[in-house]
């Protein structure tokens, strides 16, 4: 059973940065085949639907972004730990939202419904 667990959330000002962490437990890109092997971050802010931010493919570490955060978010990953990354730097407020961890997905697009496996979620605040 594979279960994600995100860290490092907290509260921030405009055009601060936090670190995400996701320890995805139980999962072992090797033991996927190659179809599972993607990981990503989703929010959802309080009344809207959840989005993608960014996955990665973990075993050749292609990223992809929504296109919200390209240039100010870095997802990047630890194999060794089996853990994801989520960099958020120059924050927004709009970026406030609970954050989740996915992992196991059949692709790397940014759609929820890609991804069985999911964290319990970490909160994102940025304050004007």
């Known amino acids: 059973q594979v279960q994600p667990v995100e860290s490092g959330g907290g509260s921030v000002q405009l055009g601060g940065s936090l670190r995400l962490s996701c320890a995805a437990y139980g999962y072992t890109a090797s033991e996927y085949p190659a179809t599972g092997n993607c990981m990503g971050w989703f929010r959802q802010a309080p009344g809207k639907e959840r989005e993608g931010v960014a996955s990665?493919?973990?075993?050749?570490?292609?990223?992809y972004y929504a296109h919200s955060v390209k240039g100010r978010f870095t997802i990047s990953q630890e194999n060794a730990k089996n853990t994801v990354y989520l960099q958020m730097s120059s924050l927004k407020p709009e970026d406030t939202a609970m954050y989740y961890c996915a992992a196991g997905g059949s692709s790397c697009t940014l759609r929820v419904s890609e991804y069985p496996y999911w964290g319990q979620g970490t909160q994102v605040t940025v304050s004007s």
């Open positions: 990665i493919y973990t075993l050749d570490g292609n990223t």
